[in-house]
């Protein structure tokens, strides 16, 4: 059974950094390409940031230079370093595992002042 559990989510001032934690199980996790999608309330979900296997990324426009995905094969985990966070970030960000077709619960990110 395959299972995203993310986790790092929170409240945090315009400016302000989080990262984003998603422990993988019931996958060949060093296999798949993985990425972060996020949702906003009204609007689709959408890719963030994703990584393949070989560690090549591809982002969306608005988070180029601020956020950064990267993975630790070893332990199963993906990550997001969200840096200078705007208040158009927050959104409920999900895990994704793209062979497996599997999401994440999702964990709220509010960037608030």
């Known amino acids: 059974q395959v299972q995203l559990v993310e986790s790092g989510g929170g409240l945090v001032q315009p400016g302000g950094s989080l990262r984003l934690s998603c422990a993988a199980s019931?996958?060949?996790?060093?296999?798949?390409?993985m990425g972060w999608y996020r949702q906003a309330p009204g609007q689709q979900r959408a890719l963030v940031e994703a990584?393949?296997?070989?560690?090549?990324?591809n982002y969306a426009d608005s988070v180029k230079g601020r956020f950064t995905i990267s993975r630790d094969n070893a332990k199963n985990t993906l990550y997001l370093q969200m840096n200078r966070l705007k208040p158009e970030d927050t959104a409920v960000y999900y895990c994704?595992?793209?062979?497996?077709?599997?999401w994440g619960q999702g964990t709220q990110v509010t960037v608030s002042s």
């Open positions: 019931g996958i060949i996790f060093s296999s798949n390409t």
């Open positions: 994704h595992a793209y062979v497996a077709g599997s």
């Open positions: 990584i393949n296997s070989g560690g090549s990324t």
